[in-house]
């Protein structure tokens, strides 16, 4: 076989760039290792970007996210029992759309079974071969046969465990991680949410997230130590210990069920550097990982995908290698931004273990000032809804 571009793994990331390409007369072929019930089954993010809605535009399948996203204009934090809503609309004159990343990988999924495009799941033993050539190729082993696929380029948006990066040599590729003592606990559940808009809120228990997928769906978060298993919280363990968090007066609005989905979701942060080796680029968490406390995951990879589709594009229709050479530093300007938002938000609304008296005061100190200064809100809702692209 042969494809113009070869993409590893089969996420919402290398389905959006799949999808784009095609959109614009791009042949590619994605390899998938798990099957595509696995793919959808990952209860991820859904706190959508202007610059997603506007990738999934270009990729033609924001069909069910007009019906069903929900535009937000804010959200409230809450600080030991000081409440503060970031007006998006007032201070950046933008908003972020609520729309479950489950939904994403199913919209993109059926748009590139509707297309014809080839997919192939269940590629195991995937390999990377000739990144420093004039063409390149890929081996992959499926029922037990190997195949080859040549092409011009590979985009790795396989995930942080995946392949692609690992093809890098060791002595190129820069590390860069910082990882956090805790873990977020999160339930997904059929009930209404607490509130319309996100809460992020410090305790002195611990970090709250009260999130939401639609008017009828909620995920919630606790902050728990790495230590907790899943099978220490029962449904009813977790609902108590979110209202004696939230307080009495949010609790008094609390809705709760039968989880369907629950889960222990450790906090890191990473970035891999140069995200383009040769023929090979990666995109999405192949390069870096995000706490989930500034939403920029699914993001990330977003901006990650119109980078390189646009610079793919630019390079087919124009013989013009300019967007693949500055591919990596265009994407890295954005990642370090919103890495240092995500770092920030999380060392302000998290209870770190160990930290003193003037720890806490310098918390308190950091959430005042950043609402009773001028632009601090400004600065907050900003971030929150998306760097320039």
Known sequence: MRTQVVIVGAGPSGLLLGQILANNGI???ILERQTGEYVLGRIRAGILESVTVDALKRAKVTGNLE??????????????????RVDFEKEVGRHVVVYGQTEVTRDLMEAREASGLTTIYEAADV????????????????????????CDFIAGCDGFHGVSRK????????????TYPFGWLGILSDTPPVADELIYLKHERGFVLCSQRSKTRSRYYLQ???????????????????????GPERAASLVTGKSIEKSIAPLRS??????????LFLAGDAAHIVPPTGAKGLNLA???????????IDYY???SSEGIDGYSDRCLKRIWGAERFSWYMTKMMHKFPGLDSWDEKMQEAEFDQLFNSENGARLLAENYVGLPY
């Open 224 to 246: 728990v130590p790495l230590t907790d298993k899943v099978e220490d919280w029962s449904d009813e363990r977790f609902w108590e210990e979110l209202k004696l968090r939230i």
């Open 270 to 279: 990473f970035v891999s550097e140069p995200m383009r080796y040769h023929n």
């Open 127 to 150: 390999k990377l071969h000739n990144l420093d050539g004039k063409t390149s190729y890929v081996t992959y082993v499926k029922d037990g046969e190997e195949s080859r696929i040549d």
């Open 302 to 312: 977003a901006s990650d995908v119109l980078y390189l589709s646009d610079a793919l």
């Open 167 to 178: 093809s890098i040599p060791a002595d190129i590729l820069k590390e860069y991680e910082k």
């Open 317 to 319: 229709e124009n013989n």
């Open 27 to 29: 042949d590619n072929i």
């Open 67 to 84: 019906k069903d996203g929900l535009i937000h204009t804010g959200c409230e934090l809450v600080h030991n029992d000081k409440s503060y």
